[in-house]
């Protein structure tokens, strides 16, 4: 592992001495300003335990910046794309311009990934940038953190997310505290992503929701994407973090289909979308749930509710700016997640608009969260453990009585 590492090293620095120096800084110079976040700091309600310096993840943070791009999108300019398809134009972009940037994973090579995400990278930028690995989570994942210490920015793609539970030693004392307790030596600029979720009857091992398992791990940061447009911005922003990321990514949300900006953009991972405007309640959801709760704001709205839907993407920190200025408009809050609901990204956000907003609430917080079950291999059954939009309408007329 420690050759394959070395080698991959001699392949980025070959590679970088061979380019225009002046043509690479000139590349970089069009991208957008980063804004640094100190350690512990608190930015518009966010708190986020992270590196401060030069090359933060703030990317995209203007609002105007996001507004134009979704502005170009509604115009009619940009292309389609298949939600998988954005993860790898993003992916590719990112490896185009930047030599350091690396992918590790079981079949991610000529094989393209097991959902195709990586697809034809292989024959693009050779077998040491896009590298296939043994069936062994724990040893590709340490081989990755260590790439980072040395200067390389890997992206680990997990096969299926339940399977990186066999390296979370590795992302959680390694990936996740390095930094800390190297004294500010190393940086470990490392994306973790691949699928989750549950599925269509892949049976409880493959159904796993683990955002609840990372979140308690100091120094990394979580985002979830639902839609071409953030899975591609947030893709490239989550690259060129220099804190560790977990991408999570739905199974069943790699056919979904959007027009994109034909211009490069990149996200801020630490910003909630507004979905949907409303004015009686804040609905908070992420990843698939997006849609069942659009689905049932379609039902609330022909019953007279006006539901504001909120997208919240970063799921560490959570963007209490966004998420506090709608509960001071709606004053209910209800919570939407296909996590479990022990320990789950509800509960955490749950005590943090307890915490911050309790004075502008009319009703108890409520959530919504998948049962704490093993996921049923049956169809029938499956659907019983997740959230449906039916249980999120009866919610909704519970809260605003």
């Given at each position: ?34 804004k640094s976040i100190p350690f512990s700091e608190s930015k518009k309600g966010k708190i986020v335990a992270c590196r401060s310096n ?81 069936i062994a989570e724990n040893s590709f994942t340490g081989m990755a953190i260590g790439a980072a210490m040395t200067g390389l920015r ?213 959530c919504l969260s998948s049962q704490d079950v093993p996921t049923p291999y049956a169809g029938t059954l499956e659907e019983w453990t ?16």
């Amino acid at each position: 592992m420690a050759a394959v590492s070395q080698a991959i090293a001699a392949t980025v620095a070959l590679s970088s001495s061979n380019s225009s120096t002046t043509s690479f800084e000139s590349k970089r110079s069009r991208f957008l300003p980063i804004k640094s976040i100190p350690f512990s700091e608190s930015k518009k309600g966010k708190i986020v335990a992270c590196r401060s310096n030069g090359n933060n993840s703030s990317f995209g943070s203007n609002p105007r910046e996001k507004a134009a791009a979704s502005t170009e999108t509604k115009s009619g300019g940009g292309h389609e794309l298949l939600l998988f398809e954005a993860l790898r134009e993003g992916l590719e972009e990112e490896m185009d311009r930047d030599p350091r940037v690396c992918v590790v994973g079981e079949d991610v090579g000529h094989y393209g990934g097991s959902y195709k995400v990586t697809k034809d990278l292989a024959n693009k930028f050779g077998d040491l940038r896009v590298l296939d690995t043994p069936i062994a989570e724990n040893s590709f994942t340490g081989m990755a953190i260590g790439a980072a210490m040395t200067g390389l920015r890997p992206v680990i793609e997990g096969m299926n997310m339940g399977f990186l539970l066999l390296a979370f030693n590795q992302i959680s004392n390694n990936c996740g505290m390095l930094h800390y307790t190297s004294g500010g030596q190393f940086t470990i600029p490392v994306v973790i992503r691949g699928p989750g979720g549950v599925g269509r009857n892949l049976g409880a091992e493959h159904s796993q929701r683990l955002e609840s398992y990372f979140q308690s791990i100091p120094g990394i940061q979580m985002v979830a994407c639902s839609t071409p447009y953030n899975a591609k911005g947030l893709m490239k922003a989550a690259i060129r973090s220099e804190n560790p990321v977990i991408l999570f990514e739905h199974v069943l949300l790699y056919n979904l289909k959007e027009t994109i900006p034909d211009e490069e953009y990149v996200l801020s991972l630490e910003e909630a979308e507004m979905v949907r405007p409303g004015e009686h309640i804040t609905i908070l959801t992420y990843s698939r749930m997006r849609y069942h709760v659009m689905q049932a704001a379609k039902t609330l709205v022909n019953k007279g509710y006006d539901p504001e839907v909120i997208d919240i993407r970063s799921l560490k920190p959570f963007d209490l700016y966004t998420i506090g200025n709608s509960i001071k408009k709606t004053h209910r809050v209800l919570i939407v997640e296909e996590c479990m609901r022990t320990g789950g990204i509800g509960a955490s956000l749950t005590a943090a608009i307890n915490e911050n907003f309790n004075d502008y609430l009319d009703a108890p917080v409520k959530c919504l969260s998948s049962q704490d079950v093993p996921t049923p291999y049956a169809g029938t059954l499956e659907e019983w453990t997740v959230v449906q939009p039916a249980q999120i309408v009866t919610a909704v007329e519970q809260l605003c009585q």
